[in-house]
């Protein structure tokens, strides 16, 4: 490296800043106004309701969904109306998450976003398994509640970006 001019290494710093700025990536503000949150996405995402069975009982889940660079993002939301459902129901939604990838935690720790409200079930994982046609998975999740509503954010894919998960995850914002 002592033989390298001056001028070379002055382009390194630029370098890795244009690197890390993925044209893939087109990050703009998500409020999902009737779940109380603000984030960011890298994507136009989509939007899907569905019912489905949650801690016990039927509910609307409402899922925002795009994929860019390799990486799908996802935030899924619902109203457990009754507080005494809402630790179950993001234990539940964890452990389906990992059915998906045919996976395991790999990662575990507790999440306390600012504005949620506390549960011992509100966590970040990472979980590592299978997709269904058999490539590597890998899976970002935060759980969390905002009174009786239960949110798990997502990001999938085969390697996952560190800066990219962040970025999204660290974006979450609850409105109310």
Known sequence: ????????????????????????LDWRDVRADA??????FPCKPAQQQRTLPLAGAPVALTLLVCSADGQTFGLAHADMVDPARVQAALQELAAAAARNVAGTPTRAAPLQLPGSTPNAASQRQRIVGRLPEGKPAQMELALFAIGTRVFQASVLGEKLSEETVEAFIGSLRPTR
């Not at 382009?11 to 044209?23: E, G, H, R």
């Not at 779940?35 to 960011?40: D, F, H, I, K, R």
Request: proline letters at 10%; aromatic letters at 4%; hydrophobic letters at 60%.
């Open 1 to 24: 490296m002592a033989h390298v001019p001056i001028r070379r290494l002055a382009w390194l710093p630029l370098a890795a800043v244009l690197t890390a700025c993925s044209p893939a």
């Open 35 to 40: 779940a109380g949150l603000q984030m960011q």
